[in-house]
């Protein structure tokens, strides 16, 4: 079968490809915190490797929000092969976090927020905690909605050609939407992990007591 004509099935069915990647995301990140079965697929962590992971997951989402914003900056200036570009890497890095974050969790376990700090500067608020809950709440919804929507960007533009993807399909109106709360929900992600892991302290709860001690979350 060529490339085309997978290319041309592919382009038929943009609506069911979208519908069955997003099942499969939601399915392997909700097995990682709810299926035993599908947690022990996965080595323990240690520690020190779930800490070495989380360091690499906010590397690589910082790079993810940077590439992110130079596509769209790049397709406001009719820049289109190197939008194509910067959204192809933006996945691909994505596609990178979920390969270090299901086994850091499914392996390792979560931190909790305390509000202390090692550093004298850092202000001990009490509204730093609730603060900290709101954007990490802000960026799980952000992150579990926006599944689809930039599956669906994806997907038209990897099966469209430019001029299809401007004039019969919804590709800007969605990757708009889709890069916005992209954006959003990484940058928010990367500025809890920096409380979490740099400028507070934290509680280390191990994979099984996590699957049943929620609030505990992942960062």
């Known amino acids: 079968m060529s490339t085309a004509s997978v290319r041309e099935r592919a382009k038929a069915r943009t609506t069911e490809i979208t519908v069955l990647l997003t099942v499969v995301g939601y399915g392997a990140v909700g097995g990682v915190f709810l ?29 993810t929000v940077i590439s992110l914003s130079l596509g769209w900056y790049w397709i406001r200036n009719d820049e289109v092969k190197k939008h194509a570009a910067a959204m192809t ?35 001990l608020w009490d509204p730093v905690y609730p603060a900290y809950l709101v954007m990490l709440a802000i960026h799980i919804v952000l992150s579990v909605i926006s599944v689809p929507v930039v599956l669906y960007a994806v997907v038209l533009g990897l099966t469209h050609t430019e001029q299809e993807l401007r ?18 929900s990484l940058a928010l992600g990367v500025v809890t992990y920096l409380l979490l892991n740099h400028l507070y302290d934290s509680t280390f709860a191990a994979a099984e007591a996590a699957a049943v001690l929620l609030p505990a979350v992942p960062v």
């Open 89 to 123: 890497t933006s996945f691909g890095l994505i596609l990178l976090f979920l390969g270090m974050y299901l086994p850091k969790v499914a392996g390792g376990g979560t931190k909790e927020f305390v509000l202390d700090s090692a550093y004298a500067w850092v202000p």
């Open 35 to 63: 299926v035993p079965e599908f947690q022990a697929l996965f080595p323990t962590l240690t520690q020190g490797t779930v800490n070495l992971l989380a360091h690499a997951i906010a590397a690589v989402n910082t790079v």
């Open 167 to 184: 004039t019969e399909t919804p590709h800007r109106r969605v990757g708009r939407i889709a890069a916005s709360a992209w954006i959003l």
